[in-house]
């Protein structure tokens, strides 16, 4: 049996993926419809951002000042979803709510591992099975 061992902040050191076979059912959803990193606000006001060239997206921003503008911009970000079902691992016995898991995904020849924070349980039974489907929130950043 697979157990994940929590370190002081919380990280639980192993890496959960289908390879591994302690995770299975792995769904990834990318929403980047609203991305944006630039964008024009009020009458004649614009923030330029960072970016430049073709990584530059821009987008009309409600605010009437470059403050409220910006904080609206801020929000313009690519949403990324992924959930799992994890094998031969019990809530509470495992893993607990706030702990970090190390996701590895791989599909063809891209492989990546980002960490994810639990923020809850979907707990269900399926004939007479017990079944948990941790619920991720972002924590950013891909090792």
Known sequence: MLKLVPYVTKNCGN?????????YELT?????LDVANA????????????????YKWETILDGET???????????K?????????KNLSFEKDYNLGDILRIQIIKGKVRTTVRRRISG??????????IECPIFEEIGGIE
């Open 28 to 32: 990834i959803s990318e929403d980047m």
């Open 66 to 76: 470059e403050s409220e503008a910006q904080i609206e911009l801020e929000k313009k």
């Open 15 to 23: 890496i959960n993926s289908e390879v591994n076979k302690n995770a």
């Open 121 to 130: 349980v979907n707990i269900h039974t399926k004939n007479g099975y017990l």
């Open 39 to 54: 964008g024009y606000f009020g009458e004649d006001g614009y923030i330029s951002g960072t970016e430049t060239g073709i």
């Open 78 to 86: 690519k949403n990324s979803k992924i959930t799992l079902k994890l």
